[in-house]
Protein backbone atom coordinates (compact mmCIF):
# COMPACT_ATOMS: atom_id res chain seq x y z
CA UNK A 1 0.00 0.00 0.00
CA UNK A 2 2.61 2.54 0.68
CA UNK A 3 4.35 1.77 -3.22
CA UNK A 4 1.13 2.54 -4.33
CA UNK A 5 0.38 5.59 -2.12
CA UNK A 6 4.25 7.23 -3.15
CA UNK A 7 3.42 6.44 -6.57
CA UNK A 8 0.36 8.24 -7.08
CA UNK A 9 1.55 10.97 -4.39
CA UNK A 10 5.37 11.31 -4.89
CA UNK A 11 7.05 13.43 -2.20
CA UNK A 12 9.82 15.89 -3.28
CA UNK A 13 12.73 16.53 -1.72
CA UNK A 14 12.84 19.36 0.64
CA UNK A 15 16.07 21.68 -0.23
CA UNK A 16 15.43 24.67 2.06
CA UNK A 17 16.79 25.31 5.75
CA UNK A 18 15.61 22.87 7.72
CA UNK A 19 13.33 24.32 10.34
CA UNK A 20 10.31 21.83 11.36
CA UNK A 21 8.02 24.25 10.64
CA UNK A 22 9.76 24.67 7.04
CA UNK A 23 9.71 21.11 6.85
CA UNK A 24 5.84 20.96 8.17
CA UNK A 25 4.62 24.09 5.45
CA UNK A 26 6.46 21.94 2.75
CA UNK A 27 4.42 19.02 3.38
CA UNK A 28 1.18 20.75 3.78
CA UNK A 29 2.19 22.93 0.01
CA UNK A 30 2.71 19.58 -1.70
CA UNK A 31 -0.65 18.58 -0.30
CA UNK A 32 -2.33 21.49 -1.56
CA UNK A 33 -0.16 20.89 -5.08
CA UNK A 34 -1.72 17.64 -5.62
CA UNK A 35 -5.37 18.13 -4.29
CA UNK A 36 -5.44 21.15 -6.60
CA UNK A 37 -4.47 18.76 -9.22
CA UNK A 38 -7.29 16.10 -8.69
CA UNK A 39 -9.60 18.89 -8.82
CA UNK A 40 -8.57 20.47 -11.94
CA UNK A 41 -8.86 17.04 -13.64
CA UNK A 42 -11.86 16.42 -12.71
CA UNK A 43 -13.10 19.76 -13.59
CA UNK A 44 -11.37 19.28 -17.18
CA UNK A 45 -13.27 15.49 -17.27
CA UNK A 46 -16.60 17.24 -16.37
CA UNK A 47 -16.72 15.41 -13.32
CA UNK A 48 -16.87 18.57 -11.34
CA UNK A 49 -19.06 21.53 -11.56
CA UNK A 50 -16.77 24.37 -12.09
CA UNK A 51 -17.91 26.48 -9.60
CA UNK A 52 -17.49 23.49 -6.86
CA UNK A 53 -13.65 22.89 -8.19
CA UNK A 54 -13.21 26.89 -7.77
CA UNK A 55 -14.56 26.68 -4.06
CA UNK A 56 -12.66 23.53 -3.06
CA UNK A 57 -9.41 24.77 -4.15
CA UNK A 58 -10.57 28.21 -3.04
CA UNK A 59 -10.77 26.08 0.47
CA UNK A 60 -7.37 24.46 0.04
CA UNK A 61 -5.58 27.87 -0.37
CA UNK A 62 -7.64 29.45 3.33
CA UNK A 63 -6.16 26.03 4.61
CA UNK A 64 -2.66 26.67 3.27
CA UNK A 65 -2.70 30.47 4.24
CA UNK A 66 -3.99 29.37 7.65
CA UNK A 67 -1.07 26.75 8.01
CA UNK A 68 1.11 29.29 7.19
CA UNK A 69 0.33 31.69 9.71
CA UNK A 70 -0.08 28.92 12.15
CA UNK A 71 3.79 28.01 11.72
CA UNK A 72 4.54 31.92 11.34
CA UNK A 73 6.62 31.76 8.59
CA UNK A 74 6.04 34.90 7.71
CA UNK A 75 7.13 36.65 10.90
CA UNK A 76 10.48 34.36 11.72
CA UNK A 77 11.54 35.64 7.83
CA UNK A 78 10.86 39.37 8.98
CA UNK A 79 12.83 38.83 12.16
CA UNK A 80 15.78 37.61 9.97
CA UNK A 81 15.99 40.79 7.92
CA UNK A 82 15.86 43.26 10.79
Known sequence: MDELQSFICPRARYYGQVKP????FNANLQEFAHRVSYIANLETAGKL?????YAQIQDLW???RRSKEQLEIDQ???????
Open 62 to 64: EQL
Open 76 to 82: KAVQLEE
Open 21 to 24: QNLV
Open 49 to 53: PTEMA
